[in-house]
Antibody
Framework: EVQLVESGGREIQPGGSLRLSCAAS????????MHWVRQSPGKGLEWVSL????????YYSDSVKGRFTVSRDNSKNSLYLQMNSLTPEDSALYYC???????????????WGQGTTVTVSS | QSALTQPASVSGSPGQSITMSCTGT?????????VSWYQHHPGKAPKLLIY???NRPSGVSDRFSGSRSGNTASLTISGLQVEDEADYFC??????????FGGGTRLTVL
């Protein structure tokens, strides 16, 4: 079964740092680009970041550029999101998601995890 | 970059067809074939319905179809079913090498 499981979300104070993880199974992880997408309470989906299948290329939304870093360890079938300088506006349910394309970017996500919740509050 | 524009809500009766829109610019929806649609039931993970403007992933019902005209993409759902009631989001690749989503459309099946 193709599966993504996120972890690492918790309540944290503004200015703090947090690292999210996403464990992948059921597919050849190192052949697919991966995304992070978030959804703030009562709001829509917001794309956060994309990393290429070998990890050499990374892309970010303007709202997180310079503060968040996406990485992956293909030997562990794992995706990560290092989040620094967190603000209340970063509070959201964070999803990791697999791109459709095999060693190609379709910028579409066909497998999603259940998400992990980040709450930034003093 | 501003989110793609979607109507806040649409509604239809079981068996009917509905179409919802997703409007962007020539720098996103109108400029690239990387337009996607997702169905999102609250509390569940989003589900990909359409990618590359009009392609359906395997396992997605052919009641869902996508199209585009200029800077506006559309999702049509035919033969509406009660279980289609959900939020629907469009997304597009952009010239800034990012992805943007629409604000979402709430579909009510009356």
């Amino acid at each position: 079964e193709v599966q993504l499981v996120e972890s690492g979300g918790r309540e944290i104070q503004p200015g703090g740092s947090l690292r999210l993880s996403c464990a992948a199974s059921g597919f050849t992880f190192d052949e697919f680009a991966m995304h992070w997408v978030r959804q703030s309470p009562g709001k829509g989906l917001e794309w956060v970041s994309l990393i290429s299948w070998v990890g050499g290329y990374t892309y970010y939304s303007d709202s997180v550029k310079g503060r968040f870093t996406v990485s992956r360890d293909n030997s562990k079938n794992s995706l990560y999101l290092q989040m620094n300088s967190l603000t209340p506006e970063d509070s959201a349910l964070y999803y990791c998601a697999k791109d459709v394309g095999l060693k190609y970017y379709y910028y579409a996500m066909d497998v999603w995890g259940q998400g992990t919740t980040v709450t930034v509050s003093s | 970059q501003s989110a793609l524009t979607q109507p806040a809500s649409v509604s239809g009766s079981p068996g009917q067809s509905i179409t919802m829109s997703c409007t962007g610019t020539s720098s996103d929806v109108g400029g690239y074939n990387y337009v996607s649609w997702y169905q999102h039931h609250p509390g569940k993970a989003p589900k990909l319905l359409i990618y590359d403007v009009s392609n359906r992933p395997s396992g997605v019902s052919d009641r869902f179809s996508g199209s585009r005209s200029g800077n506006t993409a559309s999702l049509t759902i035919s033969g509406l079913q009660v279980e289609d009631e959900a939020d629907y989001f469009c997304s597009s690749y952009t010239s800034s090498i990012t992805v943007i989503f629409g604000g979402g459309t709430r579909l009510t099946v009356l």
